[in-house]
């Protein structure tokens, strides 16, 4: 966000993005694919650029 210049103040009042949704974003909890493909299309990134998948091992094994 530093290097294109959008603050969470622009990405709530320019691009409506919710405050639940960026309070979700910074304590690491459940956010939406709609969510992540519009932060990407702002930002003009990648999934990559702005996540990265943490694998919880103890779901591996209920199966």
């Given at each position: 966000?530093?290097?294109?210049?959008?603050?969470?103040?622009?990405?709530?009042?320019k691009y409506?993005?919710?405050?639940?949704?960026?309070?979700?974003?910074?304590?690491?909890?459940?956010?939406?694919?709609?969510?992540?493909d519009m932060?990407?299309?702002?930002?003009?990134?990648?999934?990559?650029?702005?996540?990265?998948?943490?694998?919880?091992?103890?779901?591996?094994?209920?199966?």
């Amino acid at each position: 966000m530093k290097e294109k210049g959008i603050t969470q103040y622009s990405l709530i009042k320019k691009y409506h993005v919710s405050t639940g949704q960026l309070s979700r974003l910074r304590s690491n909890s459940y956010v939406s694919t709609h969510t992540i493909d519009m932060l990407c299309d702002i930002l003009d990134c990648d999934v990559e650029d702005i996540m990265t998948h943490i694998s919880d091992s103890s779901n591996r094994n209920k199966n």
